[in-house]
Antibody
Framework: QVQLQESGPGLVKPSQTLSLTCTVSGGSISSGDYYWSWIRQPPGKGLEWIGYIYYSGSTYYNPSLESRVTLSVDTSMNHFSLKLTSVTAADTAVYYC????????????WGQGTLVTVSS | QSVLTQPPSVSAAPGQKVTISCSGTSSNVGNSYVSWYQQLPGTAPKLLIYDNNRRPSGIPDRFSGSKSGTSATLGITGLQTGDEADYFCGAWDSSLSVGVFGTGTKVTVL
């Protein structure tokens, strides 16, 4: 069974770049059948879909975040990453990595999530 | 940020049935397959239902899904204490061109 695990700093300063990595085990990112996604949930608020990346490197982003988001994939390490630039307190959230099928939706496996706080 | 509306909580006694609604619009629920997820405390969300009513391998048939128009419903029969969790729906929104999720419902087993 596939498992996903987020990792990265839990605290980021305002205006800096948030960087997270999702390591996939129990399956290959290069399988070609899946799209590797990020979702976030600010404290007390709903889930927000950030975007996905295919193993080839092609991406699709939430238009509301597109100008600040970059997803990348490293098939040799079997992980994929999220970078979010110019963060503010509004970017404080639990960030989930996930796997999607059927051309990017729906999501079938999620990581446990990691809390990232934006604060000086 | 949650585009799909769910009741905040539902409850029932062990062995009983609960249903959870997920209300959207013609851009999402009305025009997309709906999926349902279970999130036990401190764990990753788990896919229960996809394509409105299909269960992944390993999901018991106590869990069922349906959709009518711009609303979808998750049903849980034979309620167990282990079913106490948060449940949320998801759909693709063709107008926003993003995946959208429900507000989440907490199921309590009395």
């Amino acid at each position: 069974q596939v498992q996903l695990q987020e990792s990265g700093p839990g605290l980021v300063k305002p205006s800096q770049t948030l960087s997270l990595t999702c390591t996939v085990s129990g399956g290959s990112i290069s399988s070609g059948d899946y799209y590797w996604s990020w979702i976030r949930q600010p404290p007390g608020k709903g889930l927000e879909w950030i975007g996905y990346i295919y193993y080839s490197g092609s991406t699709y982003y939430n238009p509301s975040l597109e100008s600040r988001v970059t997803l990348s994939v490293d098939t040799s390490m079997n992980h994929f990453s999220l970078k979010l630039t110019s963060v503010t307190a509004a970017d404080t959230a639990v960030y989930y990595c996930a796997r999607a099928f059927n051309w990017g939706w729906p999501i079938d496996y999620w990581g446990q999530g990691t809390l990232v706080t934006v604060s000086s | 940020q949650s585009v799909l509306t769910q009741p905040p909580s539902v409850s029932a006694a062990p062995g009983q049935k609960v249903t959870i609604s997920c209300s959207g619009t013609s851009s999402n629920v009305g025009n997309s397959y709906v999926s349902w997820y279970q999130q036990l405390p401190g764990t990753a969300p788990k896919l229960l239902i996809y394509d409105n009513n299909r269960r992944p391998s390993g999901i018991p048939d106590r869990f069922s899904g349906s959709k009518s128009g711009t609303s979808a419903t998750l049903g849980i029969t034979g309620l167990q204490t282990g079913d106490e969790a948060d449940y949320f729906c998801g759909a693709w929104d063709s107008s926003l061109s993003v995946g959208v999720f429900g507000t989440g419902t907490k199921v309590t087993v009395l």
